[in-house]
């Protein structure tokens, strides 16, 4: 029945299906070995989501134009692009730490939402005061994108549109 490292087995509906030897790890092992993934997933969900910040991004800009003018626009467009750089930064390091190990990916997700929370607060910070930026479409532009961006991802994603990040096949 065994034939190189992987077992056939019978399953209820009286087929048989295969289990390789990487199934037969406790889970202390398998939380210490990288992920066997060959997709970057949260990479592409990153991309994603920075590919819609051209739908996104020009409503936000132009509805900061209405209210604040030119500076308005400007600013709102800042804070987009630093949502966007953002997204990207997280894609990253969660794709990266996967690859290494669960460990890895759990304290990517703990410590690097802390790092890109303080990011978000340095550039704004660091834009609203060394430029002359209106601070108030900058806040509200970056706020909204960031939850405009994640949430039509997160939909996405649910509905099933998302097939090439297929990650439970």
Not at 10 to 27: A, C, K, L, Y
Not at 93 to 101: D, K, N, P, T, V
Not at 116 to 139: P, Q, W
């Amino acid at each position: 029945m065994n034939q190189d490292s992987a077992t056939m087995k019978m399953n209820e509906q009286g087929t048989t299906s295969e289990t390789r030897d990487i199934m037969d790890v406790t889970p202390q092992e398998a939380y210490l070995r990288p992920s066997t993934l060959a997709v970057p997933v949260e990479a592409i969900l990153a991309r994603n989501i920075v590919a819609r910040t051209v739908i996104v991004g020009p409503v936000l800009i132009a509805g900061a134009w209405l209210f604040a003018g030119g500076l308005g626009a400007v600013s709102a467009a800042i804070g987009v692009a630093i949502v966007a750089v953002n997204f990207l930064l997280s894609g990253a390091l969660m794709s990266w730490a996967a690859a290494r190990s669960m460990q890895a990916y759990h304290a990517a997700a703990l410590l690097g939402f802390f790092l890109r929370l303080g990011f978000i607060t340095v550039a704004v910070l660091l834009v609203a005061n060394v430029f002359d930026v209106h601070r108030r479409a900058l806040g509200i532009a970056a706020v909204v994108a960031y939850l405009a961006l994640l949430t039509w991802e997160a939909v996405a994603v649910m509905n099933g549109s998302r097939r090439e990040i297929e990650w439970t096949s």
